[in-house]
């Protein structure tokens, strides 16, 4: 008996220390290299690494040399078998403004290793509210829109890019 509590016990310490001492920053560059080779770069952020968490503040986007977005605040959260990236208050560069609404208040990404082949995508802005997820062997977004009235007034040829049916709009989109 005690030497399975020792050895439960031995095996929990293992894997908080693990997430505890995981160097996420390192794993935040490593990300900012794969967005790097599809034109994205990141930067002027400030990160302060937490016990299970990564915050990002003030960070800027760019896509092929051009400032797309400004991001306020992201935390980066692992759990090993669940991972969360929530975003705060992103918004859309000036030069965007005409082709896409301006403001997203909040972008949720999960991941589970339940569901080890899906991240789950969870936003709300001047858009409307999105849910839908990612197949990451697909290489396929599936989502629905609830669309704002500024999205159906200004942002119509957006719309033309999802399909109505039953009064709700969804959106297929493989990379």
């Known amino acids: 008996m005690k030497f399975i509590f020792k050895t439960i016990l031995l095996i ?3 894997f908080i220390s693990l997430l505890i001492f995981l160097p996420k920053e390192s794993l935040y560059n490593l990300l900012e290299k794969e967005l790097y080779k599809h034109n994205i ?3 002027e952020e400030v990160r302060n690494e937490e016990l299970f968490s990564l915050n990002i503040n003030s960070s ?6 051009i400032n797309t977005a400004l991001i306020q605040n992201a935390n980066i959260s692992t759990y090993l078998i669940f991972s969360k990236v929530n975003i705060e208050k ?3 560069s000036n030069s965007l403004k005409n082709f896409l609404p301006s403001k997203i208040e909040r972008l949720e990404l999960s991941h589970s290793i339940i569901n080890f082949n899906s991240i ?3 936003s709300i802005g001047d858009f409307g509210e999105f849910k839908g997820s990612y197949s990451l062997f697909d290489k396929k ?3 629905e829109l609830i669309p704002s009235t500024l999205m159906k007034t200004k942002y119509r040829n957006i719309l033309n890019q ?3 049916k ?5 959106y297929e989109y493989k990379l």
């Open 41 to 43: 770069i990141i930067s």
């Open 166 to 170: 039953d009064g709700k709009y969804y």
């Open 12 to 14: 929990s310490v293992f």
């Open 141 to 143: 977004v599936l989502g």
């Open 162 to 164: 999802f399909k109505l």
């Open 60 to 65: 800027e986007v760019y896509y092929d040399g």
């Open 120 to 122: 789950k995508i969870n």
């Open 90 to 92: 992103i918004r859309v």
